[in-house]
């Protein structure tokens, strides 16, 4: 009788063990080299072209973000905003070096991929700071393997400046960069109790994002090659370049 209680009792063990190594195998994450580019397309959400990245919706979030009371439930219960996983990574070089190479903590945000015939542009925000509603928003163009082709700084919601964009059909960006104007001096009194009251525009200017960026050597691994994100201001003609 005690040897038939035993082996059911080892029996029933292997089974849950079994089923544990099962479950834990089926829900392990997924390491860098598991996940595909199919799965990365996902994680962004569908939207059509053009589209626009406006100043007005930039400028509200940000100050939604500076006046919110963080101590009160309610803001502690609000949904957070979904972050990139760092294993998609590998599928925006660039992106990848500034998350090996830079001290601070990153947090990338998919807001859209945008689809054309040959190519997909996917826009995301990074943010460095402590406070949400600071970040850089950059288009990546891929073709529709996975290689990257360029990627570009098209919106901002910084101290300094706010840039909107609107995308067209054709992948060209049209940007507005715009001053914030700050209830109180931000250099002075930084974002605490402080919030923009209004925007004034400094300059306008018409990126390719089919154009592509130029690739570097990381100068902390000459094996590493990573597409940077190119300056606003840099010449993306000949004759530009010969200019500067």
Request: one cysteine or more; a neutral charge; hydrophobic letters at 40%.
């Amino acid at each position: 009788m005690k040897k038939t209680t035993i082996l059911s009792i080892l029996g029933l063990t292997m089974v849950a063990a079994v089923f544990l190594t099962a479950f834990s195998v089926k829900n392990a994450p997924q390491s860098d080299t598991d996940v595909t580019f199919e799965q990365f397309i996902m994680q962004f959400p569908a939207k059509s072209l053009p589209y626009t990245l406006d100043e007005d919706s930039l400028v509200a979030a940000l100050n939604k973000s500076l006046t919110a009371d963080r101590s009160q439930a309610s803001y502690r219960s609000l949904e957070q905003p979904k972050k990139l996983k760092h294993q998609y990574f590998k599928f925006l070089p660039n992106l990848s070096g500034e998350s090996s190479f830079n001290r601070l903590p990153i947090a990338v945000e998919p807001i859209a991929i945008l689809a054309t015939a040959d190519n997909f542009a996917v826009l995301y925000s990074i943010n460095r700071s402590f406070s949400a509603g600071f970040r850089t928003y950059n288009i990546a163009v891929l073709n529709k393997k996975g290689k990257q082709i360029s990627c570009n700084v098209v919106g901002s919601v910084l101290p300094q400046n706010i840039i909107s964009c609107t995308v067209s059909a054709e992948l060209m960006a049209e940007l507005k960069t715009w001053k914030p104007i700050w209830k109180l001096d931000f250099d002075e009194n930084g974002s605490v109790d402080n919030m923009i009251t209004d925007i004034s525009l400094v300059e306008s200017q018409t990126v390719n994002l089919m154009a592509p960026t130029p690739e570097f050597v990381s100068p902390y691994s000459k094996r590493e090659r990573i597409a940077p994100i190119v300056p606003l201001d840099a010449p993306t003609t000949e004759a530009g370049i010969k200019s500067k």
